[in-house]
């Protein structure tokens, strides 16, 4: 089956739908059983959707995770309430009090808070890796490192990392590697054909991609299904039914939006390149952006978010700029319809492995599915404001 043949029948399993279109909002606290043996079975069954309890899960977020285990090739998908308690979540499934993680120094920052504060409060040490490493990340692996935290491309700076490298020194030394695909999405970054072990999504930005609904997942192979089931079953890790189905819908056009979101952010990237007050831009499928090679080896597409790097500026210019646009609203969490900007002004602050050095403020667009001649004028306003406060 090809790619959108999957996209339109996947998690449409006729015990979940009773033959309508899609499986319906199951609320669902208690599943019964008729017999012993059933009971027993479910609980046999209890890390491979059987209905069980209604935490584990029910006909809506099965479907749900079915759909996630085909579109990457996964085994086995956990749902969780956001896309950060599946990080915490697969973290915490698997490293124990005095392991140590690496993590990439580009990492999506509450990932980065969670390695400060909780993980270091349960003694577990985690070492901040340049992005870029590739397979030297040999040299960083200690006798107690249990896991490699990837996220490609990197939140904000968008390096994208070179996996492949990665995981082959991780296996070298039985390392499980977790990747943060949140922007690959499950269409465009397929990280089991890249060794990775443990797939990680914000379902809250495409997967969803209507901005309404936060939801997490985690994929993996059947050797870990069982770990990562029984700590979300520990933790109380479950999602609403609602939400599930959302996110199975967002699916069915995951594909088409995706197409839309790419072709509008590349108009508007090439644009901003072209710009005098532009440094360079950090989207993967330019050669500005460190990774490039790697983007163009491994995905298959690319999506609306990226960021740039500005000549120079200051606090007030970027905050003028941001303020008077029409179609961009200032918000954090992208992959809906709509297009968003933001700048950060700590990135040299938290970067410890590799500092960050760039001649003017970043800006982060999230490039919806307006028209693009529209979006480019607002941006044309936005840098003659920007510029008038220079
Ligand atoms: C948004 C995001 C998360 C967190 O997802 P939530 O559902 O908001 O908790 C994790 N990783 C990346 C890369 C993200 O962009």
């Known amino acids: 089956m090809k790619e959108d043949t999957i996209i ?25 059983f008729d017999t012993v043996k059933q009971m027993k079975d479910a609980y046999i069954n209890r890390h491979k959707g059987a209905l069980s309890y209604g935490r584990r899960g029910n006909p809506t977020t099965y479907a749900l995770s079915d759909a996630m285990c085909e579109l990457e090739g996964a085994d086995g998908c956990f749902l969780y309430p956001s896309g950060l308690a599946a990080i915490t979540g697969a973290i915490l499934s698997f490293a124990n009090s005095g392991d140590h993680i690496l993590m990439a120094d580009g990492v999506y920052e509450p990932t980065r808070a969670l ?3 909780t993980l270091k409060r349960m003694n577990i040490a985690v070492t901040f890796y340049d992005p870029m490493i590739g397979a030297d990340i040999a040299e960083l692996i200690q006798d107690n490192t249990k896991i490699i935290f990837v996220e490609s491309p990197c939140s904000v700076t968008m390096e994208v990392q070179d996996i492949p490298a990665i995981t082959q020194a991780a296996h070298a030394r039985n390392l499980l590697v977790m990747m943060d695909n949140t922007w690959g999405t499950p269409l465009h970054f397929k990280p089991f054909d890249f060794g990775v072990d443990f797939s990680i999504h914000a379902g809250t930005k495409y997967i969803v991609g209507h901005s309404d609904a936060m939801l997490g997942t985690v994929s993996t192979r059947a050797a870990h299904m069982e770990q990562l089931s029984d700590m979300s079953y520990q933790m109380g890790y479950c999602v609403s039914p609602d939400d599930a189905y959302l996110a199975l819908r967002g699916i069915r056009t995951l594909k088409v939006r995706l197409r839309q979101h790419e072709q509008n952010a590349l108009k508007v990237a090439k644009w901003l390149e072209g710009r005098p007050d532009v440094d360079h831009i950090r989207h993967p499928a330019f050669a500005s952006c460190p990774g490039h090679e790697y983007w163009k080896r491994d995905f298959t597409g690319a999506n609306g978010l990226f960021s740039f790097v500005m000549k120079t500026g200051n606090e007030a210019a970027t905050t003028a700029m941001m303020e008077g646009m029409k179609h961009f609203k200032m918000g954090y969490s992208w992959g809906g319809y709509e297009s968003l900007i933001l700048t950060y002004y700590g990135i040299k602050n938290y970067r410890t492995a590799t500092g960050w050095d760039a001649p003017g403020p970043l800006v982060r667009l999230h490039i919806g599915l307006e028209d693009v001649d529209d979006l480019i004028a607002d941006l044309e306003q936005g840098f003659m404001r920007f510029n008038a406060k220079l």
């Open 115 to 117: 390695c400060h504060k």
């Open 8 to 32: 339109a029948s996947t998690g449409r399993n006729k015990k979940y739908t009773h033959g309508a279109v899609n499986t319906p909002v199951y609320h669902a606290s208690t599943l019964t």
